[in-house]
């Protein structure tokens, strides 16, 4: 869809204690920084405020929601993989760094960062990108890579509604094989294609800024991942159930 508007709901403890405070103005000026790097208005929105209890404030939590306009329905592009065979590509980079991630809250119950940079500009590039490509009709699924990592955007690309698929993967991370899957750097987006559509999406790519690799292809049953010289996989079933 093309981005038209925003609305938001901001989540925070008491205001006048002054570090509650700094996270409400802070979240306020990047909504409005992101807001203006997009063109995006914000149209409405809520706040609630003295989420607290005696163990503390909860985590400041701003939340964005947007409308955007499909012109064509045919654009409609869900997440799913489609097809053994089909080719599966990254559009962004790998990234690195474990900073604010769920991985580092749920395996250490660390909550600190650095927080993963967003640059507006590759954001736009990359949204851009996919959105051409999809309207050129050679994208079959696409999904970004947020909460998890491009490990959980693969998972949940494999998990089709009418019939689990697996995926076949490969990628030379510059980080360890647990950064490299887990984090949550910005500016990602899994696709795939078809085989006969493989060259001319490279190629359209390869005429712009966007980086972008080539991880492998949709398999039956299975999610296997080779990276930084290691070898993982699962049952996509038994993902599926924990999912």
Same mark, same amino acid.
């Given at each position: 869809?093309?981005?038209? *508007?925003?609305?938001?709901?901001?989540?925070?403890?008491?205001?006048?204690?002054?570090?509650?405070?700094?996270?409400? %103005?802070? *979240?306020?000026?990047?909504? $409005?920084? $992101?807001? %203006? *790097?997009?063109?995006?208005?914000?149209?409405?929105?809520?706040?609630?405020?003295?989420?607290? /209890?005696?163990?503390? &404030?909860?985590?400041?939590?701003?939340?964005?929601?947007?409308?955007?306009?499909?012109?064509?329905?045919?654009?409609?592009?869900?997440?799913?993989?489609?097809?053994?065979?089909?080719?599966?590509?990254?559009?962004?980079?790998?990234?690195?760094?474990?900073?604010?991630?769920?991985?580092?809250?749920? %395996?250490?119950? @660390?909550?600190?960062?650095?927080?993963?940079?967003?640059? =507006?500009?590759?954001?736009? &590039?990359?949204?851009?990108?996919?959105?051409?490509?999809?309207?050129?009709? !050679? +994208?079959?699924?696409?999904?970004?890579?947020?909460?998890?990592? +491009? &490990?959980?955007?693969?998972?949940? /690309?494999?998990?089709?509604?009418?019939?689990?698929?697996?995926?076949?993967?490969? =990628?030379?991370?510059?980080?360890?094989?647990?950064? /490299?899957? =887990?984090?949550?750097?910005?500016?990602?987006?899994?696709?795939?294609?078809?085989?006969?559509?493989?060259?001319?999406?490279?190629?359209?790519? &390869?005429?712009?800024?966007?980086?972008?690799?080539? !991880?492998?292809?949709?398999?039956?049953?299975? #999610?296997?991942?080779?990276?930084?010289?290691? @070898?993982? /996989?699962? %049952?996509?079933?038994?993902?599926?159930? #924990?999912?």
């Amino acid at each position: 869809a093309r981005p038209l *508007a925003v609305t938001d709901n901001l989540n925070f403890g008491n205001p006048y204690k002054p570090e509650n405070f700094w996270q409400l %103005r802070e *979240a306020v000026e990047g909504i $409005a920084e $992101a807001c %203006r *790097a997009f063109g995006t208005p914000v149209t409405g929105g809520n706040v609630s405020l003295y989420n607290e /209890s005696p163990a503390g &404030a909860v985590d400041p939590t701003p939340t964005v929601a947007m409308v955007g306009l499909i012109d064509n329905e045919r654009h409609i592009t869900t997440q799913w993989f489609k097809q053994i065979g089909d080719v599966i590509i990254l559009i962004g980079e790998i990234g690195g760094g474990l900073g604010a991630s769920r991985f580092l809250k749920v %395996r250490e119950g @660390k909550k600190h960062g650095p927080v993963p940079r967003l640059n =507006f500009k590759r954001e736009l &590039a990359v949204q851009n990108a996919v959105l051409d490509l999809i309207r050129a009709g !050679l +994208v079959r699924s696409a999904h970004d890579c947020s909460e998890g990592g +491009v &490990a959980v955007a693969l998972a949940e /690309s494999c998990f089709n509604r009418e019939t689990l698929l697996g995926a076949e993967i490969s =990628f030379d991370g510059q980080s360890s094989l647990v950064e /490299s899957l =887990f984090n949550e750097s910005q500016s990602r987006i899994i696709i795939s294609c078809k085989v006969q559509d493989e060259e001319r999406l490279l190629s359209e790519l &390869a005429n712009g800024t966007v980086p972008h690799a080539r !991880l492998g292809t949709v398999i039956p049953d299975e #999610l296997r991942i080779e990276a930084a010289n290691e @070898k993982l /996989s699962w %049952r996509i079933a038994e993902l599926h159930d #924990l999912w």
